[in-house]
């Protein structure tokens, strides 16, 4: 049986087709499951899970406010990849740039710091994804 994450952010999508595009084609992503006639798909990759729901103003969505694009500002999305290398390839193959340019970036944690490699890129509705293929720990 699937076993669903305890925290598992639903982002809000245009068109969730263009949005599977980038999730599943580029970033790596598996959908789960997903329910077309909603609009919705339950996406997974290697534990790290995010639900996809295409905005729709009939079906009585959970909408603060108005949409305008970039959606989720004020947030990005942490993905822990094996490598950043090959994402970055297909990232380019399909024509997305770079929000933030691929970098090794140690952070303090307590006593020690936690080294990333790691670059962030917009989905296709503006959402914030810095994706990091870990580095370990150093003594300070």
């Not at 087709?17 to 997903?34: E, K, R």
């Not at 942490?78 to 970036?105: E, K, M, N, W």
């Amino acid at each position: 049986m699937f076993e669903r994450n305890k925290l598992v952010p639903e982002l809000m999508v245009t068109d969730l087709q263009n949005s599977l595009g980038f999730w599943v084609s580029c970033l790596g992503f598996s959908i789960a499951y997903q329910r077309p006639e909603d609009g919705f798909a339950y996406l997974d990759l290697n534990g790290a899970q995010v639900m996809l729901e295409q905005v729709d103003p009939h079906a009585g969505q959970w909408l603060t406010a108005r949409l305008s694009k970039p959606f989720g500002r004020g947030i990005n999305l942490q993905i822990d990849v094996v490598a950043v290398a090959p994402i970055i390839g297909h990232l380019g193959q399909a024509g997305f740039s770079l929000y933030r340019d691929c970098q090794d970036t140690w952070y303090r944690a307590d006593n020690v710091e936690v080294g990333q490699r790691e670059f962030i890129v917009q989905d296709p509705d503006g959402y914030l994804v810095r994706l990091v293929e870990r580095l370990g720990e150093r003594a300070i």
